[in-house]
């Protein structure tokens, strides 16, 4: 009689991911090595062997929201093994939840793994499914975010990022080109450029050249966003090619020209957290001196379409009302697109906790209500402006058709970035519409932070 052997059911991890976009790219990273290692994926606690916490720890309130993740995760599951940037404190972790397996840093993947190993040892090879399977993604299928490097160089006062994630490591050129091909060939129609510093791409790397499609590229902001620009999707489209975290260095200038030809999205997402010269020089803020507002002048001559979005932060030590004030009056003249706006709070080991004169809270609260109604009226005055043009737009979801039959969708347009900015809201949707479709929208209505509109015509 032959005997048959029965396969083990397979090892199963739920991941729960908190933080930034870099986090997330993280949290893919590591569910792919996993499920390379024979592991499946878990959508609840109840199905997981063992769940994954990646956390961040930018900020107390997102340390506390980490560590509140954890207490879920070990109330729900109680198997739980914790990484990411508040991997770093792994005493404070502990203190709260001895029980934990495990505690690891950023984008440490191999310690992440090998702990999963000890926790939950693999009970299936590798090789049993002989399809190969496409890399996890946690966003939606036809968006991804494409990482370039690691870490940072700055030293600005508020922030504890190369603390946490170390200092600026650039991937190779061609390893990111790669990637990127892949996920277009894959169904992404929109590529998120993200790093700490965008415009400081392949610095620690002198700006290597690597071999890509018979021609030499350097690791560049530059020469990868003219590479970017080439990738077509399988049915021809150019995918859309977004570029965050972008420091305004002089080279950033050479990026609208490629924005203007429609090689890459018109939309650059810079930091500038002020506009104050006190505050940026006591926040130790690199290229505090470029005149910005000359160069937004500039850029939008070149490419008119251009939608520039910014954070800020209000309430830095020292910040005086003249301050705030010379701030409000920048971002009036400066007309950004869409603006996020931050009350300063301390990070444990930034040097900006030792600076004196700290802002009391309850100005840093009339700060912030002050400058979201200078920035909300500027958003909706430029959205009103919008309201009977025609607009390129790519669905992110189609809604269930109501009683009367109506479909409708939500989608972005060039100047939405998912989960940050606004959304483009349509009615009457043909039923065959899809997610990552493109269409040309007539926008009917705009309030101060979305669009309102209907589709003329689909791509």
């Not at 914790?82 to 792994?90: D, S, W, Y």
């Not at 990738?231 to 200038?253: K, M």
């Not at 002020?274 to 939008?300: D, F, G, I, Q």
């Not at 932060?313 to 705030?324: H, L, N, S």
Request: negative net charge; glycine residues 6%.
């Amino acid at each position: 009689m032959n005997a048959t052997t029965t396969l083990p059911d397979q090892k199963k991890v739920g991941m729960v991911s908190l933080g930034c976009p870099k986090a997330l790219v993280d949290s893919e990273r590591i569910l792919t090595r996993l499920r390379a290692d024979g592991y499946a994926m878990s959508s609840d606690y109840a199905g997981a062997d063992v769940v994954l916490v990646n956390t961040c720890g930018f900020l107390d309130s997102a340390k506390e929201e980490s560590l509140a993740a954890i207490g879920e995760a070990i109330t729900e599951n109680g198997r739980v093994i914790v990484t990411g940037c508040m991997g770093e404190e792994a005493d404070v972790i502990r203190a709260r939840y001895p029980q934990v397996l495990a505690v690891t840093g950023a984008h440490q993947y191999e310690q992440v793994v090998e702990a999963v190993h000890q926790a939950a040892p693999p009970s299936q090879g590798p090789f049993i499914d002989l399809i190969p399977q496409p890399d996890i993604k946690l966003t939606p299928r036809h968006y991804s975010y494409l990482k370039i490097s690691e870490g940072c160089n700055h030293t600005c006062a508020f922030c504890i990022i190369p603390q946490l994630r170390g200092k600026l490591a650039s991937r190779r050129v061609d390893a990111v080109l790669r990637e990127a091909e892949k996920l277009v060939a894959a169904g992404t129609k929109e590529l998120l450029v993200i790093s700490q510093d965008t415009s400081a791409y392949g610095v620690d790397i002198r700006h290597e050249e690597r071999l890509w499609k018979d021609h030499p590229v350097r690791a560049h902001m530059t020469d990868l966003a003219r590479e970017l620009g080439q990738l077509r999707t399988p049915q021809g489209e150019t995918p859309w090619v977004r570029l965050h975290y972008v420091y305004p260095y002089p080279h950033v200038d050479a990026v609208i020209p490629m924005m203007a030809e429609g090689l890459l999205t018109p939309y650059l997402d810079i930091p500038f957290q002020h506009a104050s010269p006190s505050v940026l020089r006591a926040m130790k803020r690199p290229a505090n001196e470029a005149k910005v507002l000359e160069r937004l002048k500039s850029w939008r001559e070149i490419c008119p379409e251009i939608a520039v979005r910014s954070s800020f932060v209000v309430g830095f030590p020292g910040e005086t009302e003249d301050d705030f004030q010379y701030l409000l009056r920048w971002l009036e003249e400066a007309q950004l697109d869409r603006v996020g706006a931050f009350r300063f709070e301390p990070v444990e080991g930034a040097a900006a906790n030792l600076l004196p004169d700290p802002v009391p809270e309850a100005v840093k609260e009339e700060r912030y209500a002050r400058i979201m109604e200078v920035t909300e009226r500027i958003s909706a005055a430029k959205l009103a402006g919008k309201v009977g043009s025609t607009v390129d737009i790519i669905i992110d979801e189609v809604g269930e058709p109501d009683e009367d039959g109506d479909i409708g969708a939500t989608g972005r347009s060039q100047a939405d970035a998912p989960e940050i900015d606004g959304a483009v809201y349509l009615r009457n949707v043909p039923a065959t519409l899809a997610p990552g479709d493109f269409v040309t929208a007539k926008i009917e209505d705009a309030d101060a932070h979305d669009l309102f509109g209907v589709i003329s015509r689909a791509r």
